[in-house]
């Protein structure tokens, strides 16, 4: 971890030892090195996780030490219930220089129903233990922090928003706010639930100032608001509100100052506006990416001003108003390629700069940047094996649609072929289906393994993939199965007809929605596919919102999955078993909560009632640790090698 090296030295050339050769699909199953590295206020220690024991591990490592050595903190499991769902640890920041802010979450059974969980705790260096904070009569979501003293403040204090126990079950849902000091776990309550409010926003000062409740038959949503703690909160709106569109309201507030700004799409596309709170209204634009959303907006250290921008568009992208960051990211630009830098972490004085740096196709590589005294050093590998190697080229492209719609997609060649024309193909649809992919590193690695072994897969931002607008966000209600499916068949299309791959040699691989649709694909579509891979896929519709309803709500269980299309049954692969017409492997884990492995058990035995052959029509694999996450390595290697093994078997390359 030492930080040494002139800055024009920073980034050797590629590692060259894999050029000629297959990277194995082990190397591609491994958790990377680090993931989200974050540095302390004072810049001397790095919070990170690792990966240890066939699981990742919550780390702290000494910058500048080249003897150091990883601290574990925590593994995943070690906030687990055995009687419980898994817990995994998901965020992590400093809050002082001696202690660090842990978020953790799981799926747990309350009441008969699955639940999604959040808890806080934090770790003390000194001590190297880890204190609960608010865990004491906290029901399901405990780990929504509102505000965080600032570094240096001698008593360190967390306000958390959270559901509880306290007063019975008949304010489950409504949260209260807590303060609890980091040093002792001592608890005050700063906000009482309130039966209007489900959620409370804090400002950059520390004070409650918001609170906001869906109702969960009718979708209206309610808004409180008041100026200051002492004054009363007053209901500044109440009416139905699109789960795709977001209300002009104040996203930020500033410290010291009654100045906000508002995040909002309400102009078609997400950007950061103005907003005045003395008349509750969204003011000027401030920042908007054409044509993408704004993900979010950074405050200074001090929380008093704007810091920076960030979005997505082909890559993760940030904008840099305040000049320092600014000057420092250009710099950056300077030394690496525009477009290849991406600042995760700073200390508090912004002299030290933590930073990856990749090409497309590249494996990152974490730097350090010392502005005291101009050095760049590599932190680490993100693959210690695989280093900074080029591996397969990775592009973004559009296409049209049959309808004339344009779609956005990551192309990933296979290197190993290259100039080689009509090569077999892997159409790989992303979750959600309220995400998307990007051209960035993936970190589950897996369009990078499957070119690796041949194949053309390609990646499209379908319609309801997030960051492109809230129309087409919206254009995922009542087109799951249907216009969604022909906007990843359209791809193929795309790619035959430049010559880039063999329409008659696809299949398609995907998790959680990417499995639906894989599965959808073998069963309306199996003369398009020659195989199809799905894992933690959904397969039963209605199913699926019966299982959700408690959980979500009539309201959310029938405008988010509910919404999917008129006619569940009707988009429902396992409705239509004897449809299936192409080879399906179908992979899921036993403890997934998300997405119940009983998805996947009917399924199955639907298709043995419907005459299919297991082993010719289709393979189970049900992973008996897994989850929904896929949080351990021998999972995600089991995955990669069953998916590999029915790709040579149905579409060899």
Same mark, same amino acid.
């Given at each position: 971890m030492a930080v040494a090296g002139p800055a024009a030295n920073a980034q050797p050339a590629p590692f060259g030892g894999w050029e000629s050769k297959v990277v194995p699909l082990e190397q591609f199953a491994k958790f990377p090195t680090l993931s989200e590295p974050q540095l302390s206020p004072n810049g001397r220690i790095l919070a990170v996780k690792v990966g240890a024991d066939n699981v990742q591990a919550l780390a702290l490592v000494s910058i500048g030490d080249p003897q150091a050595k990883a601290r574990i903190i925590a593994r995943d499991a070690d906030f687990?219930?055995?009687?419980?769902?898994?817990?995994?640890?998901?965020?992590?920041?400093?809050?002082?220089?001696?202690? +660090?802010i842990i978020n953790i979450r799981s799926r747990d059974n309350q009441f008969g129903q699955w639940f999604d969980v959040t808890r806080v705790a934090a770790y003390n260096l000194e001590s190297g233990k880890i204190r609960p904070l608010g865990w004491d009569n906290a029901a399901a979501s405990a780990g929504n922090i509102l505000w965080m003293s600032p570094p240096g403040d001698p008593r360190p204090r967390v306000m958390i928003g959270r559901q509880s126990n306290r007063d019975g079950t008949e304010r489950w849902f409504n949260q209260e706010v807590i303060e609890v000091d980091v040093a002792t776990g001592r608890i005050s +309550?700063?906000?009482?639930?309130?039966?209007?409010v489900t959620s409370w926003i804090a400002?950059?000062?520390?004070?409650?100032?918001m609170g906001s409740s869906r109702d969960r038959r009718t979708g209206k949503v309610r808004v409180l608001y008041r100026a200051d703690a002492r004054?009363?909160?007053?209901?500044i709106s109440n009416e139905a509100v699109n789960l795709y569109d977001d209300m002009t309201l104040p996203s930020m507030i500033l410290a010291g100052s009654n100045k906000a700004y508002s995040l909002s799409n309400h102009e078609g596309y997400r950007a950061l506006y103005e907003y005045d709170l003395?008349?509750?209204k969204v003011g000027a634009k401030i920042f908007g990416a054409p044509g993408y959303d704004l993900r979010s907006a950074s405050l200074t250290p001090d929380r008093t001003a704007l810091q920076g921008y960030h979005w997505t568009d082909t890559r993760q992208r940030t904008h840099y108003v305040e000049p320092r960051m600014r000057e420092i990211q250009e710099l950056l630009d300077q030394s690496f390629g525009k477009g290849n830098v991406l600042i995760t972490s700073t200390d508090l004085k912004r002299e030290k700069i933590l930073f990856t740096v990749a090409e497309l196709g590249q494996v990152? $590589?974490?730097?350090?940047?010392d502005t005291v005294t101009g050095n760049i050093g590599r932190v680490a590998w993100v693959n210690d094996a695989l280093q900074n190697a080029r591996l397969n080229p990775v592009s973004t492209i559009r296409y049209k649609a049959s309808d004339g719609k344009e779609i956005e997609a990551i192309l990933t060649l296979p290197r190993h072929k290259k100039g080689e024309k009509n090569l077999p193909a892997v159409v790989m649809p992303h979750g959600g289906p309220w995400a998307r992919d990007d051209a960035d590193w993936d970190p589950t690695n897996w369009a990078q393994a499957m070119a690796e072994n041949g194949y053309v897969v390609i990646q499209p931002n379908y319609r309801g993939s997030t960051g492109y607008g809230a129309e087409f966000g919206r254009a995922a209600d009542g087109n799951w199965g249907e216009r969604m499916q022909d906007d990843l068949n359209d791809a193929v299309a795309w790619m035959a007809s430049r010559g880039i791959a063999d329409a008659k040699r696809v299949c398609m691989m995907g998790w959680s929605y990417g499995g639906y649709a894989a599965s959808r694909a073998a069963q309306r579509d199996g003369d398009k596919y020659r195989c199809a891979i799905s894992g933690a896929g959904v397969h039963d519709l209605p199913a699926m919102v019966r299982y959700d309803r408690s959980y979500l709500?009539?309201?959310?269980?029938?405008?988010?999955?509910?919404?999917?299309?008129?006619? +569940?049954? $009707?988009?429902?692969?396992a409705h239509h078993a004897a449809?299936?017409?192409?080879p399906i492997l179908i992979v899921h884990g036993a403890k997934d909560q998300r997405v119940p492995v009983a998805q996947s058990r009917s399924l199955v035995s639907r298709l043995k009632s419907a005459g299919k052959v297991e082993g010719r029509d289709f393979r189970y694999v049900e992973q008996p640790l897994n989850t929904h996450h896929l949080l351990r390595e021998k999972d995600r290697l089991e995955y990669l090698t069953e998916t590999l093994e029915w790709l040579k078997k149905h579409n060899p390359a």
């Open positions: 687990g219930d055995p009687k419980l769902g898994d817990r995994e640890i998901y965020a992590w920041r400093w809050i002082d220089d001696d202690n +660090l +309550l700063v906000q009482g639930t309130n039966p209007l400002d950059n000062d520390g004070v409650v100032r004054s009363n909160f007053a209901t003395d008349a509750m990152p $590589a974490y730097h350090l940047f709500g009539p309201y959310m269980a029938r405008t988010a999955l509910g919404a999917a299309g008129a006619d +569940l049954g $009707a988009i429902s692969p449809d299936f017409s192409t």
